[in-house]
């Protein structure tokens, strides 16, 4: 069953890390940057994004269903490719591997994350400034969000690029290229601005 | 060699010889083994000439009596593939491998992509059934004669005879992690070959059959974009290119298909 209709099913993987996991996440990063400015600052974006109209419904059909699709199919996909970077150690070869390796940290990262803020809140705790503060008082925590936003950003970069490939938008190789160069300054810049949110809270 | 070489001279110089490690497997089903070879160095020798050597006198390198090995060859020009195998970790065509561009011991293994017959010698059976599930073939058989086709316009032609020159050697599918036990990705020549029949102008008539058939188990869908393929062609054939031309044109066909549409050959 899975088989015969893998064409669709890798294509709505594909779709769904863009539209609307990529989107949901680059909003989430930027409005983490508020906290550059202060707990105040942070405070007041995170409410607005807290009290948007249907925000359950938002919740399950933009990030829960979508991310939960691409992160299982995700995952099997992972596991069925053999990595050969020592034969062919190009480019390309390595980031075909590092897309997979950040996915499946990626997993248990976003698992992780999602207990310690969402599943938290269930049990009446609040999801503000303080509680990421304190969450950071631990290094090893300051180590494991680092890692799981750098694994975000490039994940989502180099799917961009992979996306552009899936659909077939960028076609020559130079196309290709340029769009390599484009996605490193995805890569580049969400990854300044997870880091300075980071640094913010910790 | 020199005029005045002589049989005496030949057994006094020091003899060259080349060492050669080779992944043995006697029955589809068995256990691979390493043996290893020395043989006399010749200047020139490539791969398959030493393979035949071997074949002459085959005694392994601790000086054991042992079966010829087996391996496949047909062009001994690199236009037919079958002589394709793992050669120093790399899988390319044993007739144009020259054993004095490779580092020794050279190592040779089968493409254990494929089943293994014996030896070096692999099953590429598999890829001739890829080629028959896409169609790559240009139909013109009718009941009646059907008279000239098209022309060709000669700057299409040029790159299409690019990717005419695929020889089904299996390198891309041997080089594509991809391609392996847990999926049943066809690989990217099939692809390809998808792409060079489609833009042949009597071909471009049935092209939303072979698009269709890259749409189902094992097509385009398996790709993930390591593009090692394009790397390990020995023909050199754009092989990325074409797989994003097609990822293209599977696009525009998914919505013909499910809509509708009085254009799915053009
Ligand atoms: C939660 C765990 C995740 C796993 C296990 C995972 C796994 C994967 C894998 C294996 C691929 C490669 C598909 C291929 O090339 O064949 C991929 C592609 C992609 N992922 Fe994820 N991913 C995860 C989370 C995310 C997140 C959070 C985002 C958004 C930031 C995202 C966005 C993308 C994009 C845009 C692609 C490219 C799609 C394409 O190849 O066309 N993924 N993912
Ligand atoms: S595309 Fe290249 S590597 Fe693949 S089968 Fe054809 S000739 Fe061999
Ligand atoms: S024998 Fe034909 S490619 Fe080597």
Known sequence: ?202 | MSEHQTAVQEQAAPAKTVMFEIQRQDTPESAPYMESFEVPYKANMNVISALMEIRRNPVNAKGEKTTPINWDMNCLEEVCGACSMVINGRPRQSCTALVDQLTQPIKLEPMRTFPVVRDLVVDREGMFDSLKKIKAWIPIDGTYDLGEGPRMPERKRQWAYELSKCMTCGVCLEACPNVNDQTNFMGPFAISQVRLFNTHPTGAQNKDERLSALMTDGGLGECGNSQNCVVACPKGIPLTTSIAAMNRATTVQMFKNFFGSDHMVD
């Open chain 1, 1 to 202: 069953m899975v088989r015969e209709s893998e064409f669709y099913w890798r294509r709505l993987h594909s779709l769904l890390g863009i539209i609307p996991i990529g989107l949901f996440v680059t909003q989430h990063l930027i409005i983490n940057h508020f906290a550059t400015k202060g707990a105040e600052s942070f405070n007041t974006a995170a409410h607005f994004i807290e009290n948007l109209p249907f925000i359950y419904f938002l919740e399950w059909f933009v990030i829960y269903i979508p991310l939960m699709f691409h992160a299982f199919y995700g995952v099997y996909l992972a596991f069925t490719s053999k990595n050969n970077v020592q034969r062919y150690g190009t480019f390309r070869n390595w980031m075909f591997m590092l897309q997979r390796v950040t996915g499946v940290f990626l997993v248990i990262f976003i698992a992780w994350h999602i207990y310690e803020t969402r599943i938290q809140k269930l049990f009446g705790a609040e999801v503000n400034y303080d509680m990421m503060a304190d969450i950071f008082q631990s290094p090893f925590m300051i180590v494991f969000y680092a890692l799981g936003i750098l694994a975000a950003t490039f994940h989502l970069a180099n799917g961009v690029w992979s996306f552009l490939v899936t659909w077939g938008l960028a076609q020559s190789p130079r196309s290709q290229k340029i769009v390599t160069y484009v996605t490193l300054g995805i890569f580049v810049i969400l990854s300044v601005i997870g880091m300075r949110a980071l640094f913010a809270f910790a």
